[in-house]
């Protein structure tokens, strides 16, 4: 089993910065895709970013790009979400997620995080 902990939400006024940050535990960190999902009250999940195992390609939803950046520290085991330009529609719950298998980013995650709170005023 792959731990997840998240970190780094919290409330800011639109126009700010926030950066989550997700540290997994296990030695296999690099082998693992990773991604942040985003959930808003009574909505459901959807995508937000992607990253794979090297770093070496990023994905990212409509609504987050040129704000939003994704990154990884494999010596860390630590993937990070560095938003900028936060809108109040980027309110909700953010998780982290582990991918074992090869193939789409999008999909199929094997371990989630807990969540962390993204609260953006106007």
């Known amino acids: 089993q792959v731990q997840l902990v998240e970190s780094g939400g919290g409330l800011v006024q639109a126009g700010g910065s926030l950066r989550l940050s997700c540290a997994a535990s296990?030695?296999?960190?690099?082998?693992?895709?990773m991604g942040w999902f985003r959930q808003a009250p009574g909505k459901e999940r959807e995508f937000v970013s992607a990253i794979t195992r090297s770093g070496g390609i990023t994905d990212y939803a409509d609504s987050v790009t040129g704000r939003f950046t994704i990154s990884r520290d494999n010596a860390k085991n630590t993937v990070y979400l560095q938003m900028n330009n936060l809108k109040p529609e980027d309110t909700a719950v953010y998780y982290c997620?582990?991918?074992?298998?090869?193939?789409?980013?999008?999909?199929?995650?094997?371990?989630w995080g807990q969540g962390t709170q993204v609260t953006v005023s106007s």
């Open positions: 296990g030695r296999t960190f690099s082998s693992y895709s």
């Open positions: 997620a582990a991918k074992i298998r090869v193939g789409n980013i999008h999909y199929d995650y094997d371990y």
